[in-house]
């Protein structure tokens, strides 16, 4: 049974100030499967005893168990916390080994998906698209950022759909997608409500959607046309990206093997020689760029 269950079920016996702990329970779930029991006796006004008795009359065994209730249904998203308090009693040369191994560990996995026709029908829907957005926020934000930049030797125009200046900005951006359009959207653990809603007006405006996310019972498959599956644990971090960046560079893999002539590269190159170092004195690089009063000192 669950928190509200038990506590409606046992509501007729509390007391007025067990009440008043039950009140706060229910209005504020979420903070309270964060809180201990000092804590949750300090915002609700009451003592530890208080507490503990409000407990006892719900019929559970101790605050433990209360706890135990209280956090069901959060558990992904109290996973980042547990996480770090796991990581405090760790001796820093096993946080460090912990971490290249779960890198490796990442990478190993999304590698077993090398015959998944996903890479190839991404490159060719990238290659083909009018506009490509990109929608993601927080650290899926900046991995899809990394992405974008890395795309744009082969997309025709790009949108991101980050959250810079607001959520209607991203909304009205959205309205201007259409069927010719494709939207990469990506959304790890924790996940973001914004990312769902947001998709959602995307696929009511008939754009092909990616999802890239780390599991079939991520949020964004049922609002995707195809889903690209990463890893995404850490054992001190609430996600990882290190798979997101391999599954990513195969995709460029493949638009540069495939998608793009030996001329085109040899135009980029020449394009930007003229940004690059060259230590060759006997080959100096082209200085027809503008250089500013810093660089001419």
């Not at 391999?246 to 460029?252: D, V």
Request: negative net charge; aromatic residues 8%.
């Amino acid at each position: 049974m669950n928190l509200p269950a038990l506590i409606e079920a046992q509501w007729s016996r509390l007391t007025a100030n067990q009440q008043k702990i039950a009140d706060f329970v229910l209005t504020n779930p979420f903070p309270v499967a964060t809180m201990g029991i000092e804590e949750l006796a300090t915002a609700t006004e009451t003592s530890t005893a208080t507490i503990t008795r409000f407990v006892k009359a719900l019929g559970l065994n101790g605050f433990t168990e209360f706890r135990a209730h209280a956090v069901q249904g959060y558990q992904s998203l109290l996973k980042p916390v547990e996480n770090i308090d796991r990581a405090r009693h760790i001796p820093p040369r096993r946080v460090i080994k912990d971490a290249f191994n779960n890198a490796l560990s990442q990478v190993q996995t999304v590698a077993k998906q090398a015959d998944n026709p996903v890479w190839e029908s991404a490159a060719m829907r990238i290659q083909n698209a009018q506009r490509i957005a990109f929608l993601g926020f927080g650290v899926s934000g900046n991995l899809l950022q990394l992405f974008a930049d890395r795309l744009l030797p082969f997309s025709r125009a790009q949108i991101m759909l980050t959250g810079e200046n607001g959520m209607e900005r991203v909304a009205l951006k959205i309205a201007g997608l259409g069927p010719e359009d494709l939207l990469i959207a990506m959304a790890l653990p924790r996940y973001s409500q914004h990312t769902v809603d947001f998709m959602k007006l995307a696929r009511g405006r008939g754009t092909y959607c990616i999802a890239v996310t780390d599991g079939a019972h991520s949020p964004l498959c049922a609002l995707s046309h195809e889903q690209i599956f990463i890893p995404a644990d850490h054992p001190v971090l609430h996600s990882s990206g290190i798979a997101a960046l391999a599954a990513f560079e195969t995709i460029l893999a493949v638009l540069a093997a495939h998608h793009q002539s030996v001329s085109d590269a040899v135009s980029m190159t020449r394009f930007l020689m003229p940004y690059f170092y060259a230590d060759d004195e006997q080959h100096p690089q082209s200085k027809t760029r503008t250089t500013d009063v810093s660089e001419a000192e």
